[in-house]
């Protein structure tokens, strides 16, 4: 891998300089699948630590597209022990065929950061909405200021679709609407996101393989290979026995 492949936190500082307190790396993995979720990481840093997590960032992390199975697995756990909370948020084939692909990604990535943000605010998360159904960490940070702390946020590609679906029906209470800015090729440049994406990219895949080996229904359509991918496989499984419920039916599927 060159050195240019190697993520930096030149963003994540900038927006620390900014004021903001809590820095939310976003990528997602799923958009352009035929079956199953989309699924969106959020790896969060606190501000103050951000010198520490730059020396301490995992050896060989990098955009996850660009590491092999293996190599993302071995990441899995060290990523999830350097960052100071994560979660990845997901959206069903059934929301992704109601809502679009766009909006299904909104509301995946604000689920992802309403579970982050509860780890890490403690009591001024519970005051701000709802109990989070499950979060990765114990909490980190037990006392804050009066003031709520503030959310940078940075996420892979051109099109901010986070801010768009906040407030929507469908969206979770998040306790901190997060300022969003956007990076294209953010996972091969930014520390945060490039450590989403492995958190995403992992979990998915292992749902999928699960999906395949506990249903022989599933297993017909070769997702333990290709995690749901339009391969020649899994198009040929399509034709011959149809779509199934984890099938994103409003999409051509041929």
Known sequence: M???????????????????????????????????????????????????????????L???KMLTERR????YEPLQQWADAWAVGSA????????????????????????VER???????????????QTQQPTLVADWDARMPRVGAILDGPSDYITKALGTFEAPAVPVPAHVVTQVKGD???????????????????????????????????????????SQAHKAAIAQYGPCDEHRTSWKLL
């Open 92 to 115: 069903t084939s059934a929301e992704i065929d109601e809502w679009g692909i766009s909006h299904a990604l909104g509301i995946a990535a604000l689920r992802a950061l309403d579970a």
């Open 62 to 64: 990098a955009d996850s």
């Open 2 to 60: 060159s050195i240019s492949a190697v993520p930096t936190f030149d963003l994540e500082e900038s927006l620390a300089r900014e004021g903001y307190s809590v820095i939310v790396g976003f990528d997602e993995v799923g958009r352009g699948s035929l079956a199953g979720p989309v699924m969106v990481g959020a790896a969060a840093f606190l501000a103050q630590r951000l010198p520490q997590a730059a020396r301490s960032m995992p050896h060989y």
């Open 119 to 133: 780890t890490l605010f403690g009591a001024f998360a519970d005051a701000a909405g709802t109990p989070t159904q």
């Open 72 to 75: 993302r697995e071995a990441l």
């Open 188 to 230: 091969q440049h930014c520390g945060s996101v490039a450590c989403a994406a492995v958190l995403a990219k992992v979990t998915r895949d292992r749902l999928m393989t699960q999906l395949a080996d506990s249903n022989p229904d599933y297993a017909r359509y070769g997702w333990a290979h290709n995690k749901g991918y339009g």
